[in-house]
T-cell receptor, first 115, second 111 residues
Framework: DARVTQTPRHKVTEMGQEVTMRCQPI?????VFWYRQTMMQGLELLAY????????DSGMPKDRFSAEMPDATLATLKIQPSEPRDSAVYFC?????????????FGQGTRLTVV | QKEVEQDPGPLSVPEGAIVSLNCTYS??????FMWYRQYSRKGPELLMY????GNKEDGRFTAQVDKSSKYISLFIRDSQPSDSATYLC???????????FGTGTRLKVLA
């Protein structure tokens, strides 16, 4: 059963601490997305990668957020330093981009609480 | 004003009812339209995907796109309690992987 795997599922941290979220995309998928979901804003695209290269990270606060794909089986999203306003559910999604459009398959999310 | 607008609900219907969920959008460049279903504390899962205008049917689900009105709909026939979830519309322009999501409509189907 192919699925996107995210760890950890839940994270509670103190303001100022570094947070690292990990994602294992579906094997063979070449596109990875990071989204943030809040009640007020809904799902917001933070960054996406194609063949491990970042294509768009304009949705990410550059001063504290960073996203990388060290290899095809791992994507990471880091927040340093974390702030209470970063509390949200962070979703990773992957897709197979073979044309002008790719469908995104979502993981279960990481629920982040910054106190 | 957001690019994609969606009524947050909640929308409560009796089992067996026909449900209509809708989104409006402002960007005429959107070509790809999707509906996702999200159960509580789960990730969104793709339900329907359409390109440009027209209708698409899959079982009890029908997606409609009216580009002239910038309006998309998802119809659920013979709704079941298991359909209770939040339904998110999403759309993107051709040549981009950037989906813009609505904030979701919470649906409750009462047994």
């Amino acid at each position: 059963d192919a699925r996107v795997t995210q760890t950890p599922r839940h994270k509670v941290t103190e303001m100022g601490q570094e947070v690292t979220m990990r994602c294992q995309p579906i094997l063979g998928h070449n596109t990875v997305f990071w989204y943030r979901q809040t009640m007020m804003q809904g799902l917001e695209l933070l960054a996406y990668f194609r063949n491990r290269a970042p294509l768009d990270d304009s949705g990410m606060p550059k001063d504290r957020f960073s996203a990388e794909m060290p290899d095809a089986t791992l994507a990471t999203l880091k927040i340093q330093p974390s702030e209470p306003r970063d509390s949200a559910v962070y979703f990773c999604a992957s897709g197979l981009g073979t044309g002008p459009h790719t469908e995104a398959f979502f993981g279960q999310g990481t629920r982040l609480t910054v106190v | 004003q957001k690019e994609v607008e969606q009524d947050p609900g909640p929308l409560s219907v009796p089992e067996g009812a026909i449900v209509s969920l809708n989104c409006t959008y402002s960007n005429s460049a959107f070509q790809y339209f999707m509906w996702y279903r999200q159960y509580s504390r789960k990730g969104p899962e793709l339900l329907m995907y359409t390109y440009s205008s027209g209708n698409k049917e899959d079982g009890r689900f029908t997606a409609q796109v009216d580009k002239s009105s910038k309006y998309i709909s998802l119809f659920i026939r013979d709704s079941q309690p298991s359909d209770s979830a939040t339904y998110l519309c999403a759309m993107s322009a051709s040549g981009t992987y950037k989906y813009i999501f609505g904030t979701g409509t919470r649906l409750k189907v009462l047994a």
